[in-house]
């Protein structure tokens, strides 16, 4: 058990118990795990701000294909001047960044502070939001 469990879904709080013996010990997940487990924290700390799906408006812009996918960059969304100008590109270590510290990342950004920290989770938010662009294809 982790800490961690006492917030988390059962789910998601049995895959960190999975991977909590080893270190890198994520990478050895059976992917579907980890993919299950991203959705449980995608829905827990990101969705009410936040859909995969470009269709849907919500407060936050839409995460569909978010990697590879330029900061800023969805059309009919209202960005802070900071992301809009922010000029790179998002790839996993990018998100993992941002997940960890996104004021830190692009100062100025109207996103609050998530802190998501833990590796494992970052990895399975991660897992996620990979597979979704995947399905959505
Ligand atoms: C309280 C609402 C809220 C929560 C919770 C939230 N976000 Fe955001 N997010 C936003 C807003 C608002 C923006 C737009 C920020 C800006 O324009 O500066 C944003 C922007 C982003 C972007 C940039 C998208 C782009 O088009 O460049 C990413 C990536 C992102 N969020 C990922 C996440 C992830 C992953 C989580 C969960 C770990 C999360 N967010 C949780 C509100 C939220």
């Known amino acids: ?21 080893a270190a890198q010990a994520e990478q050895g997940l059976d992917e579907a795990i980890k993919i299950e487990a991203g959705k449980a924290f995608f829905a827990s700390e990101c969705q009410r701000c936040h859909s995969i799906d470009a269709d849907r408006q919500t407060y936050g812009p839409p995460l ?12 009919d969304y209202a960005y802070s001047p900071a992301l809009a100008k922010a000029g790179f590109t998002w790839t996993e270590g990018a998100l993992i960044a941002w997940m960890e510290d996104n004021q830190a990342f692009v100062p100025g950004t109207r996103m609050r502070h998530v802190g998501i920290t833990d590796p494992v989770v970052q990895a399975f938010i991660v897992a996620w939001l990979k597979d979704a662009a995947r399905s959505a294809q």
């Open 1 to 21: 058990m982790t800490p961690n469990c006492l917030t988390r879904t059962a789910l998601a709080c049995l895959a960190l118990a999975a991977a909590a013996p």
């Open 64 to 75: 569909e294909n978010i990697i590879g996918r330029p900061a800023g960059s969805v059309a």
